[in-house]
């Protein structure tokens, strides 16, 4: 029995019997006052103790009380009338019945979570702070290859020995919650296929990390694309020679005195022109289609930008003084970038044909470079031409979209410069800025790093 009062209660009866007797008897009355304070004395104690371990056991019980309230969701202001003794069993049972109810709640989500994850296209793999699988869907063992049962608990290199997706788990402990990284990935027999692979950081418990990979398989897209890529590089390549020999038999019939009437002369000059505008499409053509294959040979170096951009200024000084333009090379002699010297050529010659196809005779020109944080430096080219409307941005570098498509043919472009500009940029590991305003000009900002950059995957 360990209710305190009962106790307690049990022997003051019995001090109270042996007192009574002590007195029946005439036993001396010091020897009856000892007997009773003994007794009482010894009651006293033992309720002590049992009290105290009562007290006790009253705390954890009401703590964890507390946390079922916590876990059902009821607020301490609410709790705090209904934790009298007489109404704690009730007050338990209800917490017991929102404790299931949440746990039902939290069962449904689960089945909803899994039940979508099954459904993704996409694959997906979770790792613990150790490497080893959490959880796969259904698309990931597809992808994979691989049987559900076979690759739980297992690390990513017993799954499929790929140094890329290992690397990608390992980084994802020293990433940020916000970030991720991506990287494309190709996988041998027995599982041939090319992976979009996104990796990005998940909490799992006292403050660890785990890893999830997103798999997308972009194998078909990229067979696709390189069958684009030849088709486009086999067709440039037969048009080539016959667009060469017409433009060169044309340009001699311009020039021919037996060409008497006006009319002859006329359509010979709109043929010629027409073939030399196809023939730049094909060149442009090939070239978009040599950097997208990677058959484009980079040769890096230190390249001096103000040096770079005098050259092609010269380059166009024809064209400047038949239009009435005024350039200006503002970038200082201490400015280098690290790229290939004939590619940075070939994007600042793009940037500077567009500029002078649109901006209005009169107009302003110029070369600006400055540098920026991590080890870049952005170099602008500014115009005063026509500008461009703010909804054609984003699609500006897009293959053959022009904004003003009449004008466009108008002044022989071929609507790839661009992207050819775009592409050749990520080739060199820079970025491509488009600022224009309708009316009053635009500012195309190239930014390349300063140094060899140092490869690594993508971060997102």
């Not at 059902?72 to 049972?93: F, K, M, N, T, W």
């Not at 080539?240 to 060409?259: C, F, K, N």
């Not at 990677?294 to 890096?300: A, D, F, N, S």
Request: proline content about 4%; overall charge negative.
């Amino acid at each position: 029995m360990r209710n305190p009062s009962l106790i307690l209660m049990g022997w003051m009866v019995a001090a109270m019997i042996g007192v009574s007797v002590a007195v029946a008897r005439a036993w001396p009355f010091w020897l009856v006052v000892v007997l009773g304070a003994g007794l009482v004395g010894v009651a006293v104690v033992l309720t002590r103790n049992t009290w105290g371990q009562t007290r006790e056991n009253h705390e954890d019980l009401m703590t964890g009380v507390r946390e079922l309230e916590q876990l059902s969701g009821i607020d301490e202001a609410r709790a705090s009338h209904v934790l009298e003794p007489d109404a704690l069993g009730g007050h338990i049972q209800r917490l017991v019945e929102n404790v299931k109810k949440r746990m039902t709640s939290l069962e449904e989500e689960r089945a909803k979570i899994i039940a979508i994850m099954e459904n993704l296209v996409e694959g997906v793999v979770a790792f613990d702070s150790k490497g080893k699988v959490l959880f796969t869907n259904s698309s990931a063992h597809r992808i994979l290859g691989l049987d559900a049962r076979a690759i739980q608990g297992r690390s990513v290199w017993e799954i499929i020995r790929n140094q890329e997706l290992a690397g990608l788990v390992e980084g994802c402990q020293e990433l940020a919650w916000h970030e991720r990284r991506q990287a494309e990935v190709e996988l041998y027999p027995p599982v041939s296929m090319v992976l979009e692979v996104y990796a990005l950081p998940f909490p799992i418990s006292n403050q660890k990390k785990g890893s999830v990979l997103v798999l997308h398989d972009v194998t078909e897209l990229r067979r696709l694309e390189q069958v684009r890529t030849e088709f486009i590089e086999n067709v440039s390549h037969e048009l080539r020679t016959p667009l060469t020999a017409i433009v060169g038999y044309l340009e001699t019939l311009v020039d021919e005195p037996s060409l008497e009437t006006p009319n002859n002369r006329k359509f010979v000059h709109v043929a010629y022109q027409h073939a030399e505008r196809l023939s730049r499409l094909v060149e442009d053509l090939r070239s978009l289609s040599e950097i997208e294959s990677g058959k484009i040979l980079l040769r890096c170096e230190l390249v001096p930008l103000h040096e770079v951009a005098q050259d092609v200024c010269e380059m166009f000084q024809n064209q400047l003084s038949k239009k009435n333009l005024q350039i200006s090379n503002k970038i200082g002699v201490e400015f280098s970038v690290w790229a290939d010297r004939d590619r940075l050529i070939q994007i600042l010659v793009n940037l500077l044909d567009n500029a002078i196809k649109y901006t209005p005779a009169g107009g302003l020109i110029s070369f600006q470079a400055m540098p920026l944080r991590d080890q870049e430096i952005s170099l602008q080219v500014n115009d005063t031409g026509q500008g461009i409307p703010s909804i054609d941005l984003p699609r500006i570098t897009e293959r053959f979209y022009r904004v003003d498509r009449a004008r466009s043919r108008e002044e022989g472009g071929t609507g790839l410069g661009l992207s050819i500009v775009k592409h050749l940029l990520q080739l060199l590991g820079g970025k491509l800025r488009i600022q224009s305003e309708l009316g009053k000009g635009t500012t195309i900002e190239v930014i390349l790093p300063v140094s060899r950059p140092t490869p690594s995957t993508k971060p997102l």
